[in-house]
C-alpha cells in the first residue's frame, strides 16, 4: 500500500489536513528507511548474480579447452603419417582392416570423451542457473516482507494518528455541551429570576453563608451537573476538572446577579465539595 493510498484511507475516515500532514511526515520516514533496505536487498543480489555469471564463463572456457583437447587428441590418432602406409605393408597388415578399425576406435574415444566433457558441464551450468534462481527467489521473499513492514508500520502511524484526532473531537465535543448546558442554565436562571421577582444587585463580593431560604430546583441542577463532572474521569476527567476550577466564580457571579442566594450557593458548594 503506497504512501497514496494510506493518505487517501485517512481523508476516509475523516482525518483533517493538520492529522494528514503529520501522516504523511512520519511514513515518508518509513518509505525511505524501507527504500535503502530495499537497496541493500537488491545490491546482494545483483553481486550474487555477477559472481555466478563470471563461473559460468570460466566454467564455459574450461568447457571449449576441454573439447578442443579432445579433438586434438583425435586428429592426431587418425592423422595418416607419412610411413604409415609402407609400415602396413611391410608387416603385412595392408588391406587388413586395421587401418579402419582403428579410426572407428579413436572416432568412438573422441565421442565418449567429449559427451561425458559435455554432461559434465552442462550439470555445472544447470547448478549455476538453480543458484541464480534460489537467489532471486530469496531475494522477492525479503523484497516482500520489508513491503510488508513498510505497510504495517504506515497503518499503525494511521491508527494512532487517528486515536489522537478522535480524542481530540471528543474533548471538543465535550467542551461544546458544556458550554451548551451552561447556557441553557443561565436562561433558566434568567427565567426564574424574572418570575420570582429577586431582586439583582449587591457587592461585588459574596460570602456563602447557611440560610434558612429554601433551594430551588435551579440550584439543585446545578450542583448536581458539578457533581457529575467531578465524577468523571480519564480524558473527559481532564476537561471537566479545569471547568470546576472556575465554577466558585460562575456560582459567585450568579448570587451577584440574583440567580442564587446565598443558601443555595452553600448548598452547591457543599454538594459538590469545592
Not at 573439447?67 to 587388413?96: F, H
Not at 567429449?114 to 532471486?136: E, H, L, P, Q, V
Not at 418570575?195 to 457587592?203: A, L, P, Q
Amino acid at each position: 500500500m503506497s504512501n497514496y493510498n494510506i493518505e487517501n484511507l485517512a481523508r476516509n475516515m475523516g482525518l483533517n489536513d493538520n492529522y494528514i500532514n503529520k501522516l504523511n511526515a512520519a511514513n515518508q520516514f518509513i518509505s525511505e528507511s524501507a527504500n535503502k533496505d530495499r537497496d541493500i536487498i537488491n545490491s546482494q543480489l545483483n553481486q550474487t548474480i555477477s559472481d555466478y555469471e563470471r563461473e559460468r564463463q570460466k566454467q564455459n572456457n574450461e568447457f571449449i579447452k576441454e573439447g578442443q583437447a579432445a579433438y586434438i587428441d583425435y586428429a592426431k590418432a587418425i592423422n595418416p603419417y607419412s610411413t604409415q602406409s609402407s609400415n602396413s605393408n611391410r608387416i603385412g597388415l595392408g588391406n587388413s582392416g586395421y587401418s579402419e578399425s582403428s579410426l572407428i576406435g579413436a572416432n568412438n574415444t573422441y565421442q565418449n570423451r567429449y559427451t561425458n566433457t559435455k554432461t559434465n558441464y552442462d550439470n555445472i551450468f544447470a547448478n549455476i542457473n538453480n543458484n541464480i534462481a534460489k537467489a532471486k527467489e530469496t531475494s522477492n521473499i525479503e523484497l516482500a516482507k520489508i513491503a510488508k513492514q513498510e505497510q504495517e508500520r504506515m497503518l499503525e502511524n494511521l491508527y494512532k494518528l487517528n486515536d489522537e484526532y478522535t480524542a481530540e473531537k471528543q474533548r471538543e465535543e465535550e467542551k461544546r455541551r458544556w458550554e451548551a448546558e451552561i447556557a441553557l442554565q443561565r436562561q433558566a436562571a434568567a427565567r426564574s429570576s424574572s418570575g420570582s421577582g429577586r431582586s439583582s444587585g449587591g457587592s461585588s463580593s459574596v460570602s456563602f453563608s447557611d440560610s434558612s431560604n429554601t433551594i430551588s430546583d435551579y440550584a439543585r441542577s446545578v450542583a448536581n451537573n458539578l457533581l457529575n463532572l467531578k465524577n468523571k474521569s480519564g480524558i473527559s476527567g481532564k476537561v471537566n476538572n479545569a471547568v470546576l476550577n472556575q465554577s466558585k466564580n460562575t456560582i459567585a457571579a450568579l448570587v451577584n446577579n440574583g440567580k442564587l442566594n446565598q443558601a443555595e450557593a452553600s448548598y452547591i458548594f457543599n454538594t459538590v465539595g469545592l
